[in-house]
């Protein structure tokens, strides 16, 4: 069964560096979301993108996150200048577009801001 | 985004059947039901939905409230494997969204051998 991959698993950085989590969603989808989990707490939806745009973002997607489809297979979330409060599981997930076809996540990447 | 209300916590013992309650006394009429579940260190996993009728498949089965205000997921015999946090959401109908999913805490079932 195809699967949503994400790299790194882990990504340790310094803060202030810029990062990039990458995701390779399933192949035929067509809605890509990055979702983050902060140790110990919700699963909270950051952005949900389409047709090489963003559909709707949160709160927490600020001016420091941006998303990317650069070559029509990956998708990628970009942190600018990363905080400690964003060290977190990041979990990508696509969806074939239907309003019920389910989300298909990725086993995420963790990143540790020191 | 309609919200929907779990208990924290619930454990069962392997091999019997587990009932997952879940409130939704504001849900409306289009939104439809969904269960995943996150199993530990992983991302979250579909494992059904459902609008009004009950729905069954291979992982689960989902019992609907005639009013729509409550369902249960049914997991008719748990293993070990089944230790997860599951969560009921209401689909977010809205295809400018991408018709996302908000997560709550969940329900946290422990399964004992």
């Known amino acids: 069964e195809p699967e949503v991959t994400q790299t790194p698993s882990h990504q340790v950085t310094q803060m202030g560096q810029e990062v990039i989590l990458r995701c390779v969603p399933i192949?035929?989808?067509?809605?890509f979301y990055w979702y983050r989990q902060i140790l110990g707490q919700k699963v909270e939806f950051l952005v949900s993108?389409?047709?090489?745009?963003?559909?709707?973002k949160s709160e927490i997607f600020d001016d420091q996150f941006s998303v990317e489809r650069p070559d029509g297979s990956n998708f990628t979330l970009k942190i600018r200048s990363t905080k400690l409060e964003d060290s977190a599981m990041y979990f990508c997930?696509?969806?074939?577009?239907?309003?019920?076809?389910?989300?298909?996540f990725g086993n995420g990447t963790r990143l540790t801001v020191t | 985004d309609a919200k929907t209300t779990q208990p924290n916590s619930m454990e069962s013992n392997e091999e019997e059947p587990v009932h997952l309650p879940c409130n939704h006394s504001?849900?409306?009429?289009?939104?439809?039901i969904h269960w995943y579940r996150q199993l530990p260190s992983q991302g979250p996993e579909y494992v059904i939905h459902?609008?009004?009728s009950n729905v069954n498949n291979r992982m689960a089965s989902l019992a609907i409230a005639e009013d729509r205000k409550s369902s249960t997921l049914i997991l008719h015999r748990a293993t070990l494997r089944d230790a997860a946090v599951y969560y009921c959401?209401?689909?977010?109908?809205?295809?400018?969204?991408?018709?996302?999913?908000?997560f709550g805490k969940g329900t946290l079932l422990t399964v004992n051998p």
């Open positions: 997930a696509s969806s074939p577009g239907r309003r019920n076809s389910p989300l298909h």
């Open positions: 192949s035929n989808h067509l809605y």
């Open positions: 959401i209401l689909r977010d109908p809205r295809p400018d969204s991408n018709y996302k999913l908000t």
């Open positions: 993108f389409y047709n090489n745009e963003i559909s709707e």
């Open positions: 459902g609008l009004t």
């Open positions: 504001t849900i409306s009429g289009t939104d439809y």
